[in-house]
């Protein structure tokens, strides 16, 4: 062989399946360990087309969804990508300061929120058992993935986090509608601060199901490939769930849980400003506190307005409903909000001073808001306008 040549490069995403006694498993392993398997446009396409595959083919009983790499499931959207679509459609497209402005014509932010959110929709609602193994980071995207498999799984090393503020955008992929749920309004501490979780944090806030050691992963799989699989959804996912409960280990309470009580105080009453400066307000030498106030600090203030605003119409929504309107918001972020500042600041000059437009909350006022939830052509059909057409997630 030429020592020259070359092994052609692996694809972003690699399926497998594993035959067992009463039924295959499929297995789809996010292969970009290099971004901390940061989900591009062409992984989501193929990851979703490759669902759809298994969800149809009868000899498929289970899905495993994983993350290579000993760092992380899934740390995020493909931000790289996404700013250079930004790039091109603002010089193409100057923003004219019309509050409500077509946000239209990025065709990859379009392609990629479309495919994204579809994907996350598809596992939450998805007609086979689904257990993502959720190892490492699990941040933004990578729990939008995770969020709607039906078994969640969190090991010692998981660390789940929203932190859209710090990059100018919001809890996307259905995160409006997740964090709405958390218990004692604390989402919407989440979203403001984008505090890290760990495994129990993850099951307590409804993120995760079942805290197993990271070194339990093969075994876990193992039996999963051996177990007795009927064809029969519910039944499947109660075998699945009895057997990572069998596996499954206590987990330490998280500053979340620790912190409960501050933190319901902190977000209590309907006033964004109240909620901000209680947190602005935090003296302590608790260091998840503290990060979490610098955290708010330092992140756009239209972000904050926006994560709390969805959350507010998240919460009588349907989850379906709640991709519908995210996806609007979405492309608006990436017409004329912060998205691509923050990006520039973080990832591409990386000297981390974004200059946030609207620059202060009191400039990011509910009616500077509006803009973003605003369809720019009501009349035509949504990009998501099928999606709970047949169902809506699992309870």
């Not at 020259?4 to 498993?25: D, K, N, T, W």
């Not at 090393?157 to 709405?180: C, H, K, N, Q």
């Amino acid at each position: 062989m030429n020592a020259h040549l070359q092994e052609a490069p692996q694809p972003p995403v690699l399926f497998e399946q594993r035959e067992g006694a009463h039924g295959r498993v499929g297995i789809a392993t996010l292969n970009a360990s290099a971004t901390l398997n940061g989900l591009s446009l062409e992984m989501a396409q193929l990851l979703d087309a490759q669902l759809r595959r298994w969800a149809d083919d009868p000899a498929v009983a289970m899905v495993w969804l994983q993350g290579a790499g000993e760092k992380a499931f899934c740390a995020g959207g493909d931000l790289h990508g996404l700013y250079r679509g930004m790039r091109e459609h603002q010089a193409r497209a100057r923003w004219s300061g019309d509050e409500f402005a077509d946000p239209r014509g990025n065709v990859h932010a379009e392609a990629f929120f479309e495919t994204e959110y579809r994907l996350d929709y598809r596992i939450h609602t998805y007609p086979k058992p689904l257990l993502c193994w959720g190892h490492g980071i699990v941040m933004g995207g990578g729990i939008g993935l995770m969020a709607g498999a039906s078994h969640r799984v969190v090991s010692e090393r998981s660390r789940l986090a929203f932190p859209e503020i710090t990059v100018g955008l919001y809890p996307d992929v259905g995160g409006s509608w997740l964090l709405a749920r958390v218990p004692e309004r604390a989402g919407l501490f989440l979203a403001l601060t984008g505090a890290p979780l760990n495994a129990s944090d993850a099951i307590h806030a409804g993120l995760a199901d079942h805290h197993l050691p990271e070194a339990r992963r093969a075994e876990a799989l193992d039996a999963a490939v051996a177990a007795a699989w009927s064809g029969d959804a519910a039944r499947d996912r109660a075998t699945l769930t009895a057997l990572l409960q069998g596996l499954a280990e206590p987990a330490p309470a998280g500053p979340l849980q620790l912190h409960a009580a501050t933190v319901a105080a902190i977000c209590a009453g309907d006033s964004l400003e109240d909620i901000v400066a209680r947190i602005e307000a935090i003296d302590t030498d608790d260091a998840w506190l503290q990060t979490a106030c610098k955290t708010l600090a330092a992140g756009a203030p239209g972000s904050a307005r926006l994560g709390f605003e969805l959350q507010r119409r998240a919460a009588s929504l349907s989850l379906a409903d709640t991709f519908r309107l995210e996806y609007w918001v979405s492309l608006h972020c990436a017409a004329h909000g912060d998205f691509a500042e923050g990006i520039r600041a973080l990832l591409i000059d990386k000297d981390r001073t974004p200059r946030w437009n609207p620059a202060t909350l009191a400039q990011a006022t509910a009616h500077w808001a509006r803009s973003f939830f605003h369809d720019p052509d009501p009349a035509r059909p949504h990009p998501l306008a099928d999606l709970g057409a047949a169902t809506e997630p699992r309870a």
